[in-house]
């Protein structure tokens, strides 16, 4: 697993992000800028969002997730949480997800015996699309070893059968995040307190269900 370590910020300080990578010499864009889109799937208990409001150390999250306008060439994920430390499992398909069954043993695509391992990440088969997130990412890398992401122009929308709600909801927080392999924590230390950001836990899937009123989330 590797530590994530996340900064919510406003929108309207965009330009400090800015300022700070430009003026780090080995801070480098080494990928394009892509739109990132994704459906968060829970049980209609939302029991995910509510292990990770209550902070239980060891979560799990489902989602789906697509770059650009190609929907269906998507793929499942299951991100594993344990305290800072993140890992995501994942799994291509090909195939339109417009039906309810993706996280359950009546999706097809599990009965393939080099998939049955997606399986056992799977602890809730009860799971049904419940929010749509959608971002642009820009994507750096520092001194070779530390991943930053920086994710603006935030949008909601809920998600019922698989009908996308008409209300879309822009966010006027950005999200920057740090990734990196435990060994490399000091290194990543210096570089937040060189950058003046301030560490807080954030969530695009509790936020968006804060903002349409479904759960309580700052």
């Known amino acids: 697993m590797r530590n994530e370590i996340k900064i919510p910020i406003n929108r309207d300080f965009r330009l400090h992000f800015d300022q700070w990578k430009d003026f780090d010499t080995k ?75 993706l996280f359950s043993f009546k999706n097809k695509i599990f009965e393939r015996k080099e998939n049955n391992f997606f399986l056992s990440y799977i602890d809730n088969f009860n799971l049904k699309p419940k929010l749509k997130i959608n971002y642009l990412r820009s994507y750096f890398l520092y001194n070779e070893k530390i991943r930053i992401t920086y994710d603006k122009n935030i949008n909601y929308n809920l998600v019922n059968n698989f009908k996308i709600g008409k209300e879309n909801i822009k966010d006027f927080m950005d999200v920057i995040e740090f990734k990196f392999k435990p060994e490399n924590i000091g290194l990543a230390q210096e570089l937040i307190q060189k950058s003046k950001f301030v560490p807080k836990r954030f969530s695009k899937y509790l936020r968006g269900l804060h903002i349409f009123g479904v759960a309580n989330y700052i």
Not at 40 to 50: L, R
Not at 57 to 86: A, H, M, P, T
């Open 27 to 101: 801070i480098f864009r080494h990928h394009k800028d892509r739109y990132i889109n994704s459906i968060y799937y829970d049980d209609d208990d939302f029991i995910t969002a509510k292990n990770n409001l209550s902070g239980i150390s060891e979560r799990r999250k489902y989602r789906i997730r697509w770059y650009g306008e190609d929907q269906n060439n998507f793929r499942y994920e299951v991100k594993l949480k344990k305290n800072n430390f993140g890992k995501k499992i994942y799994l291509n398909s090909e195939k339109s997800f417009n039906n309810m069954d």
